[in-house]
């Protein structure tokens, strides 16, 4: 693909310079884990206050809680079954049973005639915000994000990176599991490189451990790695492992040359992200990315362009290079958090930007923030023509058909979504994962899997989260219908179908409630806050403009 130099790409060249690094240009503190100040340092950008306090938004945790009548599906891969009847105590499920108990006197008791009981989601890959909306406009305030979360059946998310400060980060998570703030259960981690450090080139590793240990007193509790030296990520990954903290990573562009992810799977590395370093993995006939003489990875459009390219310049499928790699990752007990939601305006810009949710959900600011802008991460799409979508389409295909193989040859796939990006909104945009999972090939009970059982393993939590069994922690997502038929029936707009005896076309499904550490959350009230926030939000900004 040719592409011409101008003013407009050298200023990107510029102002990329900054923003692609690390992704985390920001610098929290002099010393490696110390609390910074409330400003990034890159923009003077204020960090949004916390959530307040929501205390009365959730009912319980109840000495007894009794959910009747509803459809099961456990995550461990049964069928769905029913009707039973969920027993829970305080915030941990006792009993499954298949006739109503008798009631009891002070018990607070759910009617699931007509629902589906699902494991409370795990998203595995998450932003509650990130300091470049503060460039163009106000940050995501993290109530919005929390409340769209939950609505959409999410108990829990894995925080990738705490890019809005990892003290802030930590705040949430305390507060969340003191059920001080209506938000799933958050599991922070920091970022390698940039945060909590003087500088971002830590290349010894006595100076990587130092920095784990520190980020472990803050309450981390893992580690996202998008770069770095192979002495310093090799001490961070042994570090992780001794202090039982999870490692992530994004294998950055700048550094997949020496680290692509069988590198980084052996020497410990929990989860990839994305799928950055996988092909790179697997080359036959090259070293390198096939780029344009003149590329500039500065430039979003062209990287992105370019990474829509990529998959085509591996191992083909079912080839030994390709076999060998499912079974050595496999081996390794790795997981793959592929997030092929963010990525879906690549293939088809216009059906992400024209998404439903927008009008009524998507705060104008960050619809904003999705917009083509020089200044800003993810922020691209300047000239995206058809072949670009067709090469991503493309792209998709044998990404997807990696990710199939990789899960029927016995390895874990979490889902994540990543949203706050590239038209991507909380809560809706994971249920789009789950579609996109069963296009790749997964049976809609190995999807649920992906979204449960596979998020709690990789986090350690499996004994606790990931299944709707007796022992666990009551994090329980109820919605009208079968979910298993049709994940539509998930989004928070709902599904349209035609009524046949009345001829009235319906939105159908939704989440209904929302249990979280047994504490019961009406999923549609959380909407229904949304709606107003996004609709002030517009007001503020007509009568500013």
């Not at 000495?63 to 509803?70: A, E, F, K, M, Y």
């Not at 550094?255 to 996988?278: F, I, K, P, Q, T």
Request: no cysteine.
């Amino acid at each position: 693909m040719t592409k011409q130099k101008t003013g407009f790409s050298k200023l990107l060249s510029a102002v990329f310079l900054v923003l692609t690094v690390s992704f985390s240009p920001f610098v929290l503190s002099s010393v490696p884990g110390e609390e910074g100040p409330t400003r990034f340092a890159a923009y003077g950008v204020e960090i949004p206050p916390l959530a307040p306090d929501r205390v009365d938004e959730g009912a319980g945790p109840f000495d007894r809680l009794v959910i009747d009548n509803v459809m099961l599906v456990d995550g461990l891969g049964s069928p769905p079954r029913g009707p039973v009847s969920i027993v829970i105590l305080d915030d941990t499920i006792t009993s499954i049973e298949g006739s109503a108990p008798q009631p009891r006197e002070g018990e607070y008791r759910i009617d699931g005639n007509d629902m589906t009981a699902l494991p409370g989601f795990i998203d595995a890959h998450t932003h509650i915000g990130n300091p470049y909306e503060g460039v163009v406009g106000p940050i995501t305030p993290p109530e919005y994000v929390f409340k769209l979360w939950l609505a959409h059946g999410i108990t829990t998310v894995r925080e990738a990176g705490s890019v809005m400060g990892l003290g802030w980060t930590v705040e949430h998570a305390k507060r969340s599991e003191a059920h001080r703030i209506a938000a799933p259960s958050i599991v922070p981690y920091a970022m390698f490189p940039g945060q909590g450090l003087g500088a971002l080139d830590i290349t010894s590793a006595e100076g990587a451990r130092d920095w784990v240990r520190a980020v472990k007193r803050r309450g981390a509790k893992g580690i996202k790695l998008r770069g770095g030296t192979r002495e310093a990520l090799a001490a961070i990954y042994d570090e992780a492992q001794k202090l039982d903290l999870g490692t992530m990573s994004h294998h950055d562009q700048n550094g997949v040359y020496h680290m692509n992810v069988l590198d980084s799977a052996r020497l410990g590395l929990d989860s990839m992200e994305h799928w950055y370093g996988l092909p790179e993995a697997m080359f036959t006939d090259r070293t390198i990315q096939d780029y344009p003489a003149d590329y500039n990875y500065a430039d979003e459009q062209w990287r992105f362009s370019e990474a829509g390219r990529l998959w085509l310049q591996t191992a083909l499928p079912d080839s030994e290079v390709w076999r060998n790699t499912i079974t050595e990752l496999v081996e390794l007990d790795f997981t793959l958090v592929p997030t092929l939601t963010i990525y879906e305006a690549n293939r088809d810009v216009m059906r992400s930007r024209l998404a439903e949710w927008h009008d009524v959900y998507t705060l104008p600011a960050l619809m904003n923030f999705f917009e083509p802008d020089p200044r800003l991460h993810g922020s691209y799409h300047f000239d995206w023509t058809t072949g670009d979508e067709v090469a991503w389409r493309k792209n998709f295909q044998r990404w997807m058909e990696f990710v199939n193989d990789y899960k029927n040859a016995g390895g874990r796939v979490a889902a994540g979504s990543d949203a706050g990006f590239i038209y991507k909104v909380f809560g809706f945009d994971y249920i789009r994962e789950l579609e996109m999972l069963q296009e790749a090939g997964f049976h809609p009970l190995e999807v649920i899997q992906a979204a449960t059982r596979n998020g709690a393993e990789v986090l350690g939590m499996e004994d606790e989260i990931g299944a709707i069994s007796v022992g666990r922690k009551a994090d329980i997502v109820l919605v009208e219908g079968n979910p298993v038929s049709n994940f539509k029936l998930l989004y928070g707009t709902g599904h349209r179908k035609l009524n046949r005896e009345s001829g009235v076309i319906e939105r159908v499904g939704g989440v209904n409630y929302t249990v979280k550490d047994g504490v019961v959350y009406d999923a549609k009230a959380l909407l229904a806050d949304v709606r107003a926030m996004v609709e002030r939000a517009k007001t503020e900004q007509a009568t500013t403009e």
